[in-house]
């Protein structure tokens, strides 16, 4: 893995935390962008080389609306680098972690990504991205 590419935080309501976090920050969010499979709204904010994903539920079945009836506003997961998602997965199935979708999905900020199961993960949720290459 090459680096934490991004910290996601699960937000009820996206505007009001867009504001927070351009104040925290002293930046505005660069993109908002829908994921309608996941049921989930983000915006992006970069901090020097470190980016912030704000999510918002845009449906009550949705992972993100679940995460927040469980457990409330927060970090929702920690999501690192890969250049080969493939070979990632096949490496961390070797180790014995559990992949929770072993086929990459399209993800928000043109990226293909692979969760892995936060129990095998001390409790965190663990997202893998790969840089989707155009053509």
């Given at each position: 893995?090459?680096k934490i590419?991004?910290?996601?935080?699960?937000?009820?309501d996206?505007?009001?935390?867009n504001a927070?976090?351009?104040?925290?920050l002293?930046?505005?969010h660069?993109?908002i962008?829908e994921?309608?499979?996941?049921?989930?709204?983000?915006?992006?904010?970069?901090s020097?080389?470190?980016?912030?994903?704000?999510?918002?539920?845009?449906?009550?079945?949705?992972?993100?609306?679940?995460?927040?009836?469980?457990?409330?506003?927060?970090?929702?997961?920690?999501?690192?680098?890969?250049?080969?998602?493939?070979?990632?997965?096949k490496?961390?199935?070797?180790?014995?972690f559990i992949?929770?979708?072993e086929?990459p999905?399209?993800?928000?900020?043109?990226?293909l990504v692979v969760?892995l199961?936060?129990?095998?993960?001390?409790?965190?949720?663990?997202?893998?991205?790969?840089e989707?290459?155009?053509?």
């Open positions: 893995m090459d590419e991004h910290i996601g935080i699960a937000v009820k996206l505007e009001a935390s927070l976090f351009e104040k925290l002293g930046v505005s660069y993109k962008e994921v309608a499979s996941e049921g989930v709204k983000t915006s992006f904010f970069k020097g080389p470190n980016k912030v994903e704000l999510l918002e539920a845009t449906r009550p079945d949705s992972p993100i609306a679940k995460f927040l009836e469980k457990r409330g506003e927060g970090v929702h997961h920690i999501a690192f680098a890969v250049d080969d998602i493939l070979a990632e997965i490496r961390l199935k070797g180790e014995g992949i929770l979708n086929t999905k399209k993800g928000a900020d043109n990226k969760f199961h936060p129990k095998g993960t001390n409790g965190v949720l663990i997202e893998l991205c790969q989707i290459k155009e053509g």
